[in-house]
């Protein structure tokens, strides 16, 4: 079935010989940070780069395997051709397809050369004999060769080229974004077959990962376009602001993009920081459609639990304070066409990141323990419905759905 792929595939291209590239390992440390390597491929208390972190898709749960240089367990015994066919085709030195949450369609954009100096990189990593967890997928998504048609419909193998009307800037911000930083994975949503949405890129994506109990629940990636219900009130600098220190004026980093900030875009040059700042205000503001408006009755009910249990911090005009509250106005986050971030926080509280990590502003509560579901259904609508914002309403079921 490999076989099958490459015969089908027309813009397939071998790498050049690995001594012609000017690659470094160095420069391949640095690339491995920007694509938060690290986070996807090293589980809580395991080996670096070890593999074993669990993914929870709708297809069924996923392990993410072993990149350290063991020659059993891991890629020690891979070529540069190997190594290249995975990161640009999505198949293994056996022909074996790779499941598409190795976001091999992200770092199919990358050059030739990035790819060289990664594999680089990885010939650096000590060796780990840790072999892989089997996945425990649903049928027919165990059967891998499906993968082929699948790569036939939505795999585009083209490197990313430049847009000549765009600054040097933009466009190495959109090579980061787009390509090793695969922002779309979380930020972009799906079809029914798990490929990304090409219309709505960075429109918002839902996705599965731990709240602050270690359970599993849904997270919803904001809207990253300059819409009124993604980006539209950040700057760039609160882009970079927030990718390099996980805060800014609107945010302050919480549950699954804290590993994205402190292992990969804190690391950032402050030039390519500022270059995916660029881009991210540069593209076209888009939005998915969003739910509709909540009912008087919630709105009443819902202003009544903000003003008691939110208003204090977050002000009677969600504009919030500096010490206190965020800015509930204009959030991406609080308009998320799917509101399980915004959830996840009040039944939870914030799930930020461990230290050196510090943020000035007081500790949110969980109020999932105080509040009923209604209760909490009620409160979201209100603030997705106020303070100009147009997220829509929230039921009880999506709350409960989150517990």
Known sequence: MVGLFFLLREDVHAPAALDTYQATPEKGRYLALVGNCTSCHTREG????????????????????????????????????????????GVRPDGTHLYPAFPYTDFARLTDEDIASLFLFVQTIAPEAVPARPNELAFPYSVRPLLVVWKVLFHDLDSYS?????????????????????????????????????DLALTGGVYLDKVKTGKFREWSGVNLT?????????????????????????????GPMNDVVMNSTRFLTDADAAAMAAYLKGIP????????????????????????????CHLPTGLGDDILGVSLAGSAIVQAENPASLLNVILYGPHLPAPPFVVD????????????????????????SSFGNRGGAVSPEQVGRQR
């Open 46 to 89: 395991g080996k670096p780069y070890a593999g074993g972190v669990e993914f929870q898709t709708p297809f069924g749960i996923l392990y993410s395997t072993n990149i350290t240089m063991d020659r059993e367990t891991g890629i020690g015994g891979w070529s540069f051709e190997d190594f290249f066919d995975a990161m640009k085709h």
């Open 162 to 198: 430049p847009d000549m009307t765009r600054s040097d800037s933009w466009n190495r911000g959109a090579y980061l974004v787009e390509g090793l930083g695969h922002c779309g994975a979380c930020h972009t949503p799906r079809n029914f077959l798990g490929a990304e949405k090409e």
């Open 285 to 312: 503001a888009n939005e998915q459609r969003g739910s509709g408006a909540p009912d008087p009755e919630t709105l009443r009910a819902g202003e009544i639990g903000y003003t008691v249990h939110c208003g204090s």
């Open 361 to 384: 502003r007081t500790q949110m509560k969980m109020f999932g323990k105080k509040l009923s579901d209604q209760d909490i259904a009620s409160i979201a609508s209100y603030v997705r």
């Open 226 to 254: 300059p819409a009124p219900t993604g980006l539209a009130k950040w700057n760039e600098d609160d882009i970079v602001a927030y990718l390099k220190n996980g805060q800014s004026r609107h945010a302050v980093v919480n």
